[in-house]
């Protein structure tokens, strides 16, 4: 690198930082920029553009182009050279720039004389904001140490941009970190919240991004990466016989912290005038480009380690700490990356709202979410570098989508379906203590579904008639050890005195495929969904299912208990998972401890195959419950967590509701109680139908029973069912349409 360079780039940058520094309108001080810049590069021209929106650039100050151009002159990403920068985020360096693939002549500029051209992208941390040009008549590329440069003075101008210094024709220019931004992501539980940005992982701020003496620099930054070497080195040994998984993680970062080529590129910022924490946070902005632009998703990860590799080290060297002191605002909407059930249980209720970079909606985050009712937006792409702790947030969770820094309009548009919601809930509130008597006379049980502790009040306040599914695995999920039985008996006892006599049916364990235990050993399976999991790893491995059986037996204490097995997917896995609790209750007894008076053993019916079981099965039975979402997933082989299929086949799809209609007629033949506990059964329209089949008990979330409930009262089951059943017999592929025309007739 020659020194020339290195020296003439400082300057730059401290000329740069000088002028910001200057009083004088964004328009002014915009213009000695790049009169400054092409100075120092040595170049005819040097512009600036801007985006005016997420698709268009504007030309926002020149030296050397037709300044008539300014604020005219506007490009389509990826349309021209400067499209091309914006939308592949890499410069474009040549010294034949009409030849070049691409290139768009704009004549009011009178750029055609100019042969090379260098065009960076001005980003800072992978937010785009527009594209530095630098042009000249003479046909030359431009050398690496002048593409480097021109990198540097783009992001030190990107912070200028931020820190609202232009102001162009106004509304455009608006610095990031002000303006409203939209983001759609996926529902991962429905709701509306507004309140205030808590970023679970606050960005460290970078104010300094110029410095003078470049040799402390590198001494500091040098300095601040050994302390994070003997960090991950510290986790490294802590780690030892850890899992595999795991071990492989902290050795990347190890890699990532010792890697020559980071500590050198780092350091040639710095030499040409960056401060440490702004070369940390280039390499950083370089590693997130590269993520968004990753197609596979095991480099997407390493570059994920990167970026926190990066966080880490711009810890040290700013001393700014996860706790930065700053206080948790009123209505606090946590935003993150992603989140561990663990983390979000510690804020329990506190939050109004969640929204994640990250995260599915079977990911334990989004149980957790669901539990404690609080409105969930996942793959809100992009959100914690938008973000700053204290913003004013919408989220909608029905529809999947946030807006952060709302404008006043949309804010109130917002609060109007909040208040017409709270007025559903009214409605719904007074419908408590009425049973879900449909007008044909038939009455419906709605209970709720639950996992926490946590989850119990709503019994009260929801008029939920029992919990229908208590799904034990959320205990064993949110904590770093397998519980003990001690602990378990104490917590199944304390859920049934707060269900004060209502039925509560306990799934045992349902752990595996996505539900993995943080202590458990990770299975390495091809499909994980139809592996090891529920009951089989139960059959197989009896320890873990004999001691929660003891522990639910304990904690009846001689009162009634419903225990039910998921997953079973034939006859004997029934017979074996029954026999242990037969065995449980006899060997409690000759302990002596208090047997309940009544035992259910049900099963949850959640593969295609357990339709079809011998009669035995259904009259052995003492309850079954259809676990809809998996039963779904199996039977159309659709992925329940793959949101490219999810949603692709209907519930009310004419095949599923058959398959359901044989489960209600072989349940009817053995006269065996059914209910149906999956996430559909929460859904007004999709509850309806299930019951105009004949399923006779619903368990939803505690949210759904009101809704469900209002639906239920006001239609006629057997109509209902005759509705469908035109449909069936019209050759329509889903119900959907018929039923929903018939209830908009019914008003
Ligand atoms: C189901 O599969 O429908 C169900 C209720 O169980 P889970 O969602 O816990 O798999
Ligand atoms: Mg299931």
């Given at each position: ?7 003439e ?6 000329r ?10 964004g ?49 389509k ?5 400067v ?65 480097y ?6 992001m030190v ?26 983001f ?27 410095a ?11 300095n601040?990466?050994?302390k ?10 802590r ?6 998984d795991?071990?492989?993680?902290l ?7 010792h890697s020559r ?20 946070e ?47 605002p009123?209505?606090?909407?946590l ?34 979410a669901?539990a ?11 959100i914690?570098?938008?973000?700053l ?19 006043d ?16 809930q ?26 926490l502790m ?20 959320l205990q ?38 996505d539900?993995?235990l ?6 390495d ?28 037996i ?18 004997e ?10 065995h449980?209750?006899?060997?409690e ?15 949850m ?24 979402n998996d ?34 007629r ?11 506990c999956?996430e ?8 309806l ?48 349409p018929a ?9």
């Amino acid at each position: 690198m020659p020194e020339r360079t290195e020296t003439e780039s400082r300057k730059l940058l401290r000329r740069l930082r000088d002028t910001l520094a200057e009083a004088g309108a964004g328009q002014e001080r915009l213009d000695r920029i790049t009169h400054l810049i092409a100075d120092s590069m040595r170049t005819e021209v040097c512009s600036i553009y801007l985006f005016r929106d997420a698709e268009t650039l504007e030309l926002c100050a020149t030296e050397g182009l037709n300044p008539e151009a300014v604020h005219q002159t506007r490009l389509k990403l990826g349309e021209g050279l400067v499209g091309r920068v914006a939308r592949s985020a890499t410069p474009v360096n040549t010294g034949n720039a009409p030849q070049e693939r691409g290139f768009r002549y704009m004549p009011e500029t009178g750029e055609e004389i100019y042969s090379s051209f260098l065009g960076v992208p001005i980003q800072r941390l992978g937010e785009r904001l527009g594209v530095l040009v630098v042009q000249s008549r003479e046909a030359r590329q431009f050398s690496d140490d002048e593409v480097y440069g021109l990198e540097v003075v783009a992001m030190v101008l990107a912070e200028m941009t931020e820190l609202g210094a232009f102001v162009g024709e106004g509304e455009a220019l608006a610095a990031p970190h002000q303006h409203p931004v939209l983001f759609r992501g996926l529902t991962g539980q429905e709701g509306a919240a507004e309140g205030h940005v808590w970023l679970h992982e606050p960005r460290v701020v970078v104010t300094n991004l110029v410095a003078d003496d470049p040799t402390a620099e590198i001494e500091r930054l040098r300095n601040a990466v050994n302390k994070l070497r003997v960090s991950v080195d510290d986790m490294l040994s802590r780690a030892a016989g850890a899992e595999k998984d795991q071990m492989e993680i902290l050795q990347t970062y190890r890699m990532f912290a010792h890697s020559r080529g980071w500590m050198r590129r780092m350091e040639e910022d710095i030499s040409r005038g960056l401060s440490a924490e702004a070369a940390v946070e280039k390499e950083q902005s370089l590693a997130r480009n590269r993520m968004q632009q990753a197609p596979d998703a095991y480099l997407r990860d390493r570059l994920h380690d990167l970026d926190d590799l990066s966080n880490r080290l711009l810890r040290i060297l700013t001393g700014q700490g996860r706790n930065t002191g700053a206080e948790m605002p009123a209505n606090p909407v946590l935003v993150a990356r992603n989140i561990g059930p663990g983390d979000l249980l510690d804020y329990g209720r506190s939050l109004r709202g969640i929204v994640l970079e990250e995260g599915s909606v079977g990911s334990h985050a989004a149980i957790v979410a669901r539990a404690l009712a609080i409105p969930l937006v996942i793959h809100a792409e992009r959100i914690t570098t938008e973000a700053l702790n204290g913003d004013h947030i919408l989220v909608d969770g029905d529809n999947g989508v946030v807006h952060l820094r709302p404008e006043d309009t949309v804010a109130a548009a917002f609060r109007d379906k909040i208040a017409m919601q709270a007025k559903a809930q009214e409605r719904y509130a007074s419908l408590r203590q009425l049973p879900a008597q449909a007008k044909c006379g038939t009455t419906i049980g709605l209970h709720m579904n639950a996992g926490l502790m946590a989850d119990l009040p709503s019994l009260e306040g929801s008029g939920a008639e029992g919990v229908g599914l208590f799904r034990t695995e959320l205990q064993f999920l949110v904590r770093n050890q397998v519980p003990k039985r001690g602990e378990l008996a104490a917590l199944y006892a304390r859920v049934l005195d707060a269900a004060n006599g209502r039925r509560v049916v306990f799934r045992t364990l349902d752990i595996g495929s996505d539900k993995v235990l943080p202590y458990m050993k990770p299975q390495d399976e091809p499909n994980p969904a139809m592996g090891w999991r529920a009951i089989r790893l139960g059959l197989d491995k009896p320890g873990v299912m004999r001691m929660q059986l003891q522990a639910l037996i304990r904690a009846a204490n001689g009162r009634p208990l419903t225990v039910m097995f998921p997953f079973v997917a034939q006859f004997e896995e029934f017979t074996k998972a029954r026999d242990h609790t037969l065995h449980a209750l006899e060997a409690e007894a000759r302990l002596g401890h208090a047997v309940p008076e009544k035992v259910e053993i049900g099963a949850m019916l959640e593969t295609p195959s357990l339709a079809f079981a011998p009669r035995q099965f259904f009259e052995m039975a003492d309850f079954i419950s259809i676990g809809g979402n998996d039963l779904k997933q199996f039977f159309f082989a659709a992925d329940r967590e793959n949101e490219r299929v999810r949603r692709r086949y209907d519930t009310l799809n004419v095949s599923f509701l058959s398959l359901i209609e044989q489960i209600v007629r072989r349940c009817d033949d053995a006269g065996t109680p059914l209910s149906f506990c999956g996430e559909d059964a929460g859904r007004p329209i999709e509850a309806l139908c299930i019951a105009a089949m004949g399923v006779r008990t619903l368990s939803m979330r505690p949210a759904s029973i009101g809704p469900v409930k209002h639906l239920i009262r006001r239609t006629n089951l057997t109509e209902a069912r005759s509705v469908i059943d035109v449909a069936r017999n019209s050759g329509a592929q889903s119900v959907r349409p018929a039923v929903m025309e018939w209830l908009t007739t019914q008003g």
